[in-house]
């Protein structure tokens, strides 16, 4: 061999030894970093060796890591902008690794000799955990931080990921209403800033989450224990929306995102001039004595165009400061949003013949829905202090919903008409619905907070809300058609309706707390007494008129090509408003309460008594014979509570707590009405009682450190007279099938529930688990064939889980955050299990939700000079909401879309996923 090549080769072995004995020899820094006033992770921290350009920032945990550092001494430097710079002198003696623990102290600013700090950020995720770990009560946050990185747009979607709820979708997938430990949506209140809101809704308590644009809350908060000065109706819990505060210095911020949703890369998008529709109806604008003439009806909701949508529109603002020597805080913010949503759906009519052969499928119907979704928030925050002792805020928001949609259906009769699906002929039916809803909520509420002296404190709150929602003019119009040979066209005109609805409901309402400090033994107690007031006022409107056509023999694509050329005939001229769909209803609160919190340096126990008189009436304004058109309930209530909290080391809590707390009826659910839907009857009841509840939790809580937590904890609630909807058979008329409400005994509703939140350098883990199990008894039909062979109906008594309750709900996101990038990433997973959709009035019969899995992520990279942008795709598996019977029958062998083994498929709508692409800058 060349000696010059084995010299080459020789060098080269020795040099590689040379840098591996270095990398061998070299050491590595591990710390991490604390803030000194709260032990929580210091996170966004540059760390740096002097001298050098080795540099690491500490992550979400507050840890950082420097590595192959040679044998030496070091000068270790940090700074932030938040904290007072430090330097730390460390060597290296080899291959080993030093580890540092260092707390950092808040940064200050002179101004004028005036020293001026920086206030908590009650956005961050370190604050509400903070929250949770101070609490009184049982309770969860979701930060605003966390909020603005997560894959959601509205309240609904983010509340979704607390541990122990749920959610109830609208029709194009959205999240609308909260379902809490199990229990169903009214079950649970909504408060603004700590102060309850009315419902848009035409009949019930229970507002929808959906209207809330999430970019303008500052956190989430869901209480699951109630305690004396805390309104006593909510049995599963009460959810409290805080908006975004007034900062300590000029802040601006801002964001601007389109996007769009698959579904609408598949088909075409239906909508119509919404803008040429008649708020009011020919009734409301020319009085009662009016005929009204096809002229007085508008054609631009029967005006349909099929195109691709214009892509989803989204933006908010928001900029606030402190004037008067920071006496004066102000925060103005807004949000829009302008989206195209939808669901391609598929549906199954039954009916129940004998129930030992299940259910008999009669009609599929095929529908489009096509919503386009504008949503808007306004919002401002005004706080003026007197002085150190006295402070007044001023709160206004302004929330809106409008939902422009249209329903395009195709049904196909499976019974009758000559189905033959093998040569391709069938009966149809098409209809196509046009549905403009505009939901508004408004809230103004005036508090003050005074320092009377060491002891004696005052609170007191003004508020006023004001809930409303307004559908004018919803029209369907039904065509007949057929299938021939596997050919499909429309043929003659149905009778059509167009109705209009309106509803308002007004809340005034006064509070006052008084709060008094003293020392008993060595353990600080707060006595508060307090009480509240409210007025409600409702009212309700609804106008229906029926079409017929003028020529029933005419022929679609023959004599009218289109909705807006059908000749109509008005068969009831001054329209249907005897119907108890009109009504007023009232209601005043009157509350008081004592309360007492008793602290000691590892425990605290806070209990009293809360008293609610109730004053709940109605009164139909166009009665047509009911037997009680006008009626009121009046009780009274007594509620005690007591939570125990004790601290065995500071970081572990101990809790375990009883309340008690009651369900009001809804407003309408105790009103004689009887309405006729699309396929069933429904009724109020006025019989209909109060549910009252005993409530107990346990919970076992550990945060290792200010960010991570682990929660364990087990609820059980005892429900007398629980409210369930239920499908029933008239007592006289034995043939009349309706939906109703009703009181049924006792219901026993009890669960587990596992948080854990974990972060590891730029990693973390946020996943919770809840198991909830309820039994409720309530009667059912069953037919069976009697001895003649004759089919005969028997009452039966059937146990089932709680309406809308799922056993196993939950929710796993992995967090990725990289401070030198300016990256934040998100993957959010969550399961809810199967639940009951629709009570049935037969046995083994009710609508069972399948359970589903929902994935969405986040995506956002922020730059150094205050921009960003940001990704968010929702709903990434594609999944349907898929509703079914558990039996089958032999009478559905060969219908399309019927291959469950042992289940009947009753609904199923798919949604598509949605992307959005944004910009945020923040100043």
């Known amino acids: 061999m060349d000696p010059d090549a084995m010299n080459r080769k020789l060098y080269l072995y020795i040099l590689l030894l040379l840098c591996l004995s270095g990398t061998l020899s070299a050491g590595t820094l591990k710390g991490k970093l604390f803030e000194a006033a709260t032990g929580e992770p210091a996170l966004g921290v540059v760390i740096r060796i002097e001298g050098t350009n080795i540099h690491d920032i500490s992550g979400l945990d507050g840890s950082f890591s420097i590595n192959n550092l040679q044998k030496g001494s070091y000068r270790l430097s940090i700074s932030h902008i938040s904290y007072t710079s430090i330097q730390k002198e460390f060597s290296i003696d080899g291959n080993e690794t030093v580890r540092l623990e260092l707390k950092l102290e808040a940064a200050s600013l002179s101004l004028d000799?005036?020293?001026?700090?920086?206030?908590?950020?009650?956005?961050?995720?370190?604050?509400?955990?903070?929250?949770?770990?101070?609490?009184?009560?049982?309770?969860?946050?979701?930060?605003?931080?966390?909020?603005?990185?997560?894959?959601?747009?509205?309240?609904?979607?983010?509340?979704?990921?607390?541990?122990?709820?749920?959610?109830?979708?609208?029709?194009?997938?959205?999240?609308?209403?909260?379902?809490?430990?199990?229990?169903?949506?009214?079950?649970?209140?909504?408060?603004?800033?700590?102060?309850?809101?009315?419902?848009?809704?035409?009949?019930?308590r229970y507002v929808p989450l959906d209207i809330f644009p999430s970019d303008l809350l500052e956190r989430l908060e869901v209480y699951k224990a109630l305690t004396p000065s805390m309104e006593g109706d909510a049995i599963g819990g009460a959810v409290n929306m805080v908006m975004k505060d007034a900062p300590d210095k000029f802040t601006f911020s801002a964001n601007v995102s389109t996007g769009y949703n698959e579904l609408f890369m598949e088909r075409k998008f239906i909508s119509y001039d919404?803008?040429?529709?008649?708020?009011?109806?020919?009734?409301?604008?020319?009085?009662?004595?009016?005929?009204?003439?096809?002229?007085?009806?508008?054609?631009?909701?029967?005006?349909?165009?099929?195109?691709?949508?214009?892509?989803?529109?989204l933006g908010s603002v928001a900029i606030g400061n402190r004037f008067l020597h920071d006496r004066l805080g102000i925060l103005l913010a807004g949000s829009y949003q302008n989206t195209y949503r939808g669901s391609n759906s598929l549906f199954f009519n039954s009916e129940t013949v004998?129930?030992?052969?299940?259910?008999?499928?009669?009609?599929?119907s095929e529908r489009q829905y096509s919503e386009q979704q504008t949503r808007y928030g306004l919002h401002s925050k005004i706080d003026f202090r007197i002085n150190d002792k006295h402070k007044i805020q001023f709160y206004n928001a302004l929330m809106s919903l409008t939902n422009i949609q249209v329903r395009d259906s195709k049904s196909t009769q499976l019974t009758i008409g000559g189905y033959d699906p093998e040569l391709g002929n069938a009966t149809l039916s098409y209809s196509t619905r046009s549905r403009l809803t505009r939901q508004q909520i408004l809230n103004s509420t005036l508090q003050g907070k005074h320092q009377l002296s060491d002891r004696f404190a005052l609170q007191w709150s003004a508020v006023y809300s004001k809930?409303?929602?307004?559908?004018?003019?919803?029209?369907?119009?039904?065509?007949?058609?057929?299938?021939?040979?596997?050919?499909?066209?429309?043929?003659?005109?149905?009778?059509?309706?167009?109705?209009?609805?309106?509803?308002?409901?007004?809340?005034?309402?006064?509070?006052?707390?008084?709060?008094?400090?003293?020392?008993?033994?060595?353990?600080?107690?707060?006595?508060?007494?307090?009480?509240?007031?409210?007025?409600?006022?409702?009212?309700?409107?609804?106008?229906?008129?029926?079409?017929?056509?003028?020529?029933?023999?005419?022929?679609?694509?023959?004599?009218?090509?289109?909705y807006t050329t059908i000749k109509w005939a008005i068969q009831n001229p001054r329209g249907s408003v005897a119907s108890a769909l009109n009504y007023d209803a009232t209601e005043q609160i009157k509350a008081g309460f004592i309360q007492f919190k008793?602290?000691?340096?590892?425990?605290?126990?806070?209990?009293?008594?809360?008293?609610?008189?109730?004053?709940?009436?109605?009164?139909?304004?166009?009665?047509?014979?009911?037997?009680?058109?006008?009626?009121?309930?009046?009780?009274?209530d007594f509620l005690p509570s007591v939570h125990f909290k004790y601290k065995p080391e500071e970081n572990i809590n101990l809790r375990a707590s009883y309340f008690r707390s009651i369900n009001r009826p809804g407003f309408f659910e105790i009103v004689p009405y009887r309405i006729v839907q699309e396929e069933y009857q429904e009724r109020g009841n006025p019989e209909l009682k109060?549910?009252?509840?005993?409530?107990?939790?346990?919970?076992?809580?550990?945060?290792?450190?200010?960010?991570?937590?682990?929660?364990?904890?087990?609820?059980?609630?005892?429900i007398k007279n629980p409210i369930e909807y239920t499908l029933q058979r008239d007592a006289i008329r034995g043939q009349d099938i309706y939906y109703?409400?009703?009181?049924?005994?006792?219901?026993?509703?009890?669960?587990?529930?596992?948080?854990?939140?974990?972060?590891?350098?730029?990693?973390?883990?946020?996943?919770?688990?809840?198991?909830?199990?309820?039994?409720?008894?309530?009667?059912?039909?069953?037919r069976i064939r009697n001895e003649s062979g004759d089919l005969q109906t028997i009452n039966v008594e059937q146990s089932r889980p709680l309406y809308g309750q799922s056993a196993h709900v939950a929710n796993?996101?992995?967090?990725?955050?990289?401070?030198?990038?300016?990256?934040?990433?998100?993957?959010?997973?969550?399961?809810?299990?199967?639940?009951?959709?629709?009570?049935?009035?037969?046995?083994?019969?009710?609508?069972?939700?399948?359970?589903?899995?929902?994935?969405?992520?986040?995506?956002?990279?922020?730059?150094?000079?205050?921009?960003?942008?940001?990704?968010?795709?929702?709903?990434?598996?594609?999944?349907?909401?898929?509703?079914?019977?558990?039996?089958?029958?032999?009478?559905?062998?060969?219908?399309?879309?019927?291959?469950?083994?042992?289940?009947?498929?009753?609904?199923?709508?798919?949604?598509?996923?949605?992307?959005?692409?944004?910009?945020?800058?923040?100043?």
């Open 113 to 204: 000799e005036i020293a001026v700090t920086a206030k908590r950020d009650g956005s961050s995720d370190h604050t509400a955990r903070q929250m949770e770990r101070n609490a009184s009560q049982v309770m969860n946050i979701v930060s605003g931080k966390t909020i603005q990185i997560s894959p959601d747009l509205t309240v609904a979607n983010v509340i979704q990921r607390i541990s122990g709820v749920s959610i109830e979708r609208n029709s194009n997938g959205d999240g609308q209403y909260a379902i809490l430990r199990g229990m169903d949506k009214r079950y649970n209140y909504t408060l603004v800033n700590g102060a309850k809101i009315p419902s848009p809704d035409n009949k019930y």
């Open 274 to 313: 919404f803008k040429g529709v008649r708020e009011k109806s020919p009734y409301e604008r020319n009085g009662n004595q009016y005929n009204a003439l096809p002229a007085d009806f508008s054609k631009a909701p029967v005006n349909y165009s099929s195109k691709s949508p214009l892509p989803n529109l």
């Open 354 to 364: 004998d129930t030992l052969r299940g259910e008999t499928l009669t009609r599929m």
């Open 467 to 562: 809930a409303t929602n307004k559908v004018p003019d919803n029209v369907t119009v039904p065509l007949a058609g057929i299938r021939e040979n596997f050919q499909e066209r429309k043929t003659t005109v149905d009778d059509a309706s167009r109705r209009w609805e309106h509803n308002s409901d007004r809340d005034l309402s006064a509070y006052l707390n008084a709060t008094y400090n003293m020392t008993i033994g060595g353990a600080q107690v707060e006595w508060t007494a307090g009480g509240l007031f409210r007025d409600k006022s409702r009212s309700n409107f609804y106008n229906n008129y029926q079409l017929r056509p003028a020529d029933p023999f005419a022929e679609y694509g023959k004599d009218f090509t289109d």
């Open 598 to 636: 008793a602290e000691t340096r590892n425990a605290e126990i806070l209990g009293g008594v809360r008293a609610e008189a109730t004053n709940q009436g109605y009164s139909m304004l166009f009665p047509i014979g009911e037997d009680r058109p006008n009626g009121k309930q009046v009780y009274t």
């Open 690 to 718: 109060r549910a009252i509840a005993d409530n107990i939790d346990l919970r076992y809580e550990i945060f290792p450190k200010a960010s991570e937590q682990f929660m364990v904890g087990a609820f059980f609630k005892n």
């Open 740 to 782: 109703s409400p009703g009181n049924f005994g006792n219901a026993k509703n009890y669960g587990l529930e596992l948080d854990y939140i974990k972060y590891v350098k730029q990693f973390g883990i946020k996943a919770n688990y809840t198991y909830t199990h309820s039994r409720i008894t309530t009667p059912k039909s069953r």
């Open 812 to 923: 796993l996101s992995v967090l990725y955050k990289n401070q030198n990038n300016g990256i934040d990433a998100q993957l959010a997973g969550g399961y809810t299990g199967d639940r009951i959709n629709t009570v049935s009035q037969f046995v083994d019969n009710d609508l069972w939700q399948k359970g589903f899995v929902q994935m969405d992520a986040s995506f956002e990279k922020t730059f150094t000079n205050g921009l960003g942008i940001f990704l968010k795709a929702n709903n990434l598996l594609n999944t349907p909401m898929e509703v079914y019977m558990k039996n089958t029958s032999e009478a559905n062998v060969g219908i399309p879309h019927q291959d469950l083994a042992d289940k009947t498929l009753i609904r199923r709508d798919r949604y598509q996923r949605s992307y959005l692409l944004g910009v945020r800058y923040k100043f």
